[in-house]
């Protein structure tokens, strides 16, 4: 029972707690190559997560003006864990690049304009190489780095499986990732590789986790 007990919960983000989840976020992905690139040449860790907290932040501020969800972990009465999610029906290059202009002036104030440029082109890819099938894309999840190991991401990942198994008209669950590591990870839990892209020469993973039979 205390096992039971004890298992974290996924709870909604609202955006009067985006402020930690883009900080949460920005310290999970220090040393995200994808995001290294975006963001430039930048060696003081504290800068480094600054930017990224930055990043996350603007990309949080556009979820919730599209309506879409952002969940997480609670640990102690604060952000422990996000994950900013997305149904995608018929990805759209267009949409991406609008999408990224009218987000200008606030990713020049994060990155950069020539992190700009990176952002739109890396997104560009990723979105063209998304499965045609509807599904649920994981757009990033993380983890504060002093509460992993605690199945915070895996509460997360189980979340977002069973969602799919309630929707009959969904694939699967799709995500990239830049970080070998996290191969393993995922491939753990159910996901597979279907594909390698190389966007900014970054190697980039694409996974699928199938929706049960």
């Keep these: ?3 039971i007990e004890q298992r974290p919960k996924v709870a909604l983000i609202f955006p009067l707690q985006h402020a930690e989840a883009a900080a949460v976020l920005g310290r999970a992905f220090i040393a995200d190559p994808m995001l290294s690139v975006i963001i430039g040449n930048v060696s ?3 800068e480094r997560a600054a930017r990224m907290s930055r990043l996350f932040s603007v990309i949080l501020a556009d979820q919730s003006k599209m309506g879409q969800p952002v969940v997480g972990v609670m640990n102690e009465g604060r952000v422990g864990a996000a994950a900013i999610i997305e149904q995608v029906n018929r990805p759209s290059t267009v949409t991406t690049i609008l999408q990224g202009i009218a987000l200008g002036p606030k990713l020049i104030r994060a990155v950069g304009f ?6 739109i082109s890396m997104l560009d890819t990723f979105l063209r190489n998304r499965p045609t099938q509807p599904h649920l894309y ?3 999840i993380g983890v504060e780095p002093e509460l992993q190991r605690r199945h915070f991401g895996v509460t997360l990942l189980d979340f977002l499986r069973d969602q799919v198994s309630l929707r009959p008209e969904l694939t699967g669950v799709y995500l990239e990732t830049a970080t070998e590591s996290n191969v393993a990870y995922y491939s753990h839990v159910g996901y597979q590789v279907i594909g390698e892209l190389r966007p900014l020469g970054v190697r980039v993973w694409r996974m699928l986790q199938p929706r049960a039979a």
């Design 114 to 119: 020539s992190g700009l440029i990176r952002a």
């Design 1 to 3: 029972m205390d096992a």
């Design 44 to 46: 003081d860790p504290v």
């Design 138 to 140: 994981l757009y990033v």
